[in-house]
């Protein structure tokens, strides 16, 4: 019986072992916590068990005063078994008290380095990975499977290891006063331990469904709240009020599904302690009138079936808990094992100059294969500055990316100052850029914070005002009423599209970068206001490669080479006047703009 409650035990700990291997650093990480845990839990279930003994003697002195005929004995015997049996529960209180302080605070600090882990390692994934994952995938990742994880190195290793303890010292108990007796209470784990082996499979799978179904709802309500005043414009409120219905009905049935399982253990655990119960009466009864066992021992027995009871009580929920936070790391380590294809293969700090080289570049987006550049080349010197037009689709975003790597090259290679783009330090290449992106995005945090964002260093004030003159959005922040401090909210969304432009150029520009990426910035702004912005930006230019992307032949036509895409291949190049005698693309692209 004992090999057979050992094997469940032991199936329950190490069934899809291969996921949780990971967590054996943070074990040894936390080593003094994890054995103080294991010594407290040992303790605390030696002194609960020793209350058995005590309510033996008691019981054996209740029973000899009944066969002597007194009807009276020393009260003091029974104030001493009292006092003992509550000494006993305070100490043993005391140790798990100190259990829960040990075993539950390390799984605590596990939860806080495996955030910090997965979200390192967030940190340093490419593009292709965001686009590939959905951003409520990856939340629903570092909370909620985390947090499932924290259950198994927290209350499931304490619960186990309390089991496991409390079987052995019982049956040592027990065993020494009678096997026979022992051997029938311990009957019905054989079945407990088939309805584990049974349940486990079937409470992973479904415990994998369950996260999945999760993902997808955190997904959609990521979405529905950050498209809200879109969804509002075309009225469609009900219409994702119906996919959250759906969302949720999917997760509802296959969560339901998941607790029916788990409740099965519950009531048959508690209809096999019962059957361990009546079986001590009955035959502890017969081995008492016999003279085997002393009439003590049966509720001594009593007493350590029902001690018993929690422990195995929980056994189910602790299977449930080991299979939910195994299918739960399978899913942290899927990512933690993708490694980014952009990989930063240089250490060294040094002065970028600003000379670009496109050298027979051609570029596939992995995710989707969609060739954004075929056979791309031109060379920008130092100072220089380049604009870069075409129609939709053509290309001229991916430059840029490519520049920053967020992707690398598919054929060709990109060369800065001579010097493969793949050689440099990723960190020395993005901290001398300043990108302007088609998207804007804003933290919801106030216009000051936004605009240094740009720099690593400890801004002065002064030098924030003025990168927001040379972005033409100063006198739009002054008159706010809290002015720099505004908060812009989620996104930027107390701000038009134009102050959003202008403030990210502001940020673009304020950390004096060596290279500056302007993707179509200033598309929502009036004609006016950006040939203010690109006077004041003419200062900042100085001596620094700039490359701006635009559909506007204003934004570009005082560039020192323009670049016309087509289809990701250049078309024409040159100057403004150059082009505009081609009479091609770019010339008729300047004549509906003329007119």
């Given at each position: 019986m004992y090999n057979t409650l050992k094997a469940a035990l032991l199936y329950c700990y190490f069934c899809n072992v291969k996921h949780l291997k990971v967590l054996n650093p943070f074990f040894l990480k936390y080593k003094w916590h994890f054995a103080g845990g294991l010594i407290f839990v040992a303790l605390s279930t030696i002194f609960k068990i020793y209350q058995g003994v005590i309510v033996r003697e008691g019981s054996n002195k209740i029973m000899s005063i009944l066969e002597s005929g007194t009807g009276s004995g020393d009260s003091s015997l029974f104030i001493k078994h009292g006092i003992t049996l509550i000494v006993l529960a305070l100490i043993s209180g005391l140790f798990m008290f100190l259990m829960r302080q040990t075993i539950i605070v390390m799984s605590r600090h596990i939860e806080y380095d495996q955030k910090n882990q997965v979200y390192d390692h967030y940190q340093q994934m490419d593009a292709r990975f965001f686009k590939e994952h959905t951003t409520g995938d990856l939340m629903n990742r570092i909370s909620e499977d985390v947090g499932r994880v924290r259950m198994y190195t927290g209350p499931a290793i304490m619960y186990l290891a309390n089991t496991i303890v409390t079987t052995v010292t019982v049956l040592i108990f027990m065993l020494s006063i009678n096997v026979k007796l022992t051997l029938l209470v311990f009957l019905p784990l054989p079945v407990l331990s088939l309805l584990i082996y049974k349940v486990s499979d079937l409470i992973n799978k479904r415990s994998i469904k369950v996260q999945q179904e999760l993902s997808n709802l955190t997904t959609l309500s990521q979405e529905s709240f950050s498209a809200i005043r879109v969804i509002k414009a075309y009225a469609r409120e009900k219409y994702f009020t119906r996919q959250m219905h759906d969302k949720s009905e999917h997760y509802k049935r296959t969560a339901l599904d998941l607790a029916n399982t788990?409740?099965?253990?519950?009531?048959?655990?508690?209809?096999?302690?019962?059957?361990?119960?009546?079986?001590?009466?009955?035959?502890?009864?017969?081995?008492?009138?016999?003279?085997?066992?002393?009439?003590?021992?049966?509720?001594?027995?009593?007493?350590?079936?029902?001690?018993?009871?929690?422990?195995?009580?929980?056994?189910?929920?602790?299977?449930?808990?080991?299979?939910?936070?195994?299918?739960?790391?399978e899913r942290i380590n899927e990512f933690l094992n993708v490694k980014p294809d952009v990989k930063n293969n240089n250490a060294s700090n040094y002065e970028l100059l600003g000379d670009i080289e496109f050298r027979n570049v051609s570029f596939t987006y992995p995710e989707n294969n969609i060739t954004a550049l075929k056979n791309v080349s031109f060379k920008i010197k130092k100072g220089e500055t380049v604009g870069i037009t075409g129609g939709v689709g053509s290309g001229k975003s991916t430059i840029i990316t490519l520049l920053t790597r967020q992707y690398d090259v598919t054929s060709g290679e990109i060369l800065i100052d001579g010097k493969n783009i793949k050689e440099h330090n990723l960190d020395v290449l993005r901290k001398n850029t300043g990108v302007v992106?088609?998207?804007v995005f804003l933290f919801s945090d106030t216009i000051s914070n936004n605009i240094s964002f740009g720099t690593a260093e400890e801004t002065n004030f002064t030098v924030v005002e003025q990168a927001a003159k040379n972005a033409g959005v100063y006198d739009n922040i002054e008159s706010f009423p809290e002015k720099f401090q505004t908060m812009v909210g989620e996104r930027g969304v107390t701000l038009s599209g134009g102050q959003k432009q202008r403030v990210s150029i502001a940020r673009a520009i304020i950390g004096e970068p060596q290279l500056l990426l302007f993707d179509d910035c200033l598309s929502a702004v009036d004609v006016e206001t950006e040939e203010t912005i690109l006077g004041n930006l003419q200062n900042k230019m100085n001596n620094k490669t700039s490359i701006f992307i635009s559909h506007r032949i204003s934004t570009i036509r005082n560039s020192d080479l323009i670049i016309y895409l087509r289809d990701g291949q250049i078309s024409e190049m040159g100057s403004h006047e150059d082009l505009i005698q081609l009479k091609k693309d770019y010339y008729k692209l300047n004549?509906?703009?003329?007119?």
């Open positions: 788990e409740a099965l253990f519950g009531p048959t655990m508690m209809l096999m302690i019962g059957m361990s119960v009546l079986i001590t009466v009955w035959y502890g009864g017969r081995l008492t009138i016999l003279g085997q066992v002393e009439a003590g021992n049966i509720p001594e027995f009593i007493v350590y079936v029902f001690y018993m009871t929690w422990p195995f009580a929980s056994l189910g929920w602790v299977t449930s808990l080991i299979q939910r936070a195994s299918a739960s790391q992106p088609q998207e004549q509906l703009q003329s007119n």
